[in-house]
């Protein structure tokens, strides 16, 4: 399969953690108003990112189930304060 073949399945989507929900999982507030259950990727557990609630990330959406996700960036909190103001 092909880059992209394998990216028509995903998609991106932009959002803010809600609450920390323990062994990696986390509840979600997408922009465009839907709550997901996400869990962390493989490269952030490898790199030790911490991620707390209020912090905006970047998630991936399979097209066959829209309530789960994949955390694959973290913006901080900064980001996720100046782009809401």
């Known amino acids: 399969m092909e880059d ?49 609630p209020a912090d905006r990330v970047k998630i991936e959406l399979s097209t066959y189930d829209l309530d789960k996700g994949r955390i694959i960036q973290r913006f901080g909190r900064e980001q996720a304060l100046t782009i809401e103001l």
């Open 4 to 52: 992209s073949e394998e990216n028509a399945y995903y998609m991106k989507i932009e959002g803010i953690i809600t609450e920390d929900l323990g062994n990696g999982l986390y509840a979600v507030d997408l922009d465009n108003g839907l709550d997901v259950v996400a869990h962390t990727s493989g490269s952030l557990r490898r790199n030790y990112i911490k991620i707390l």
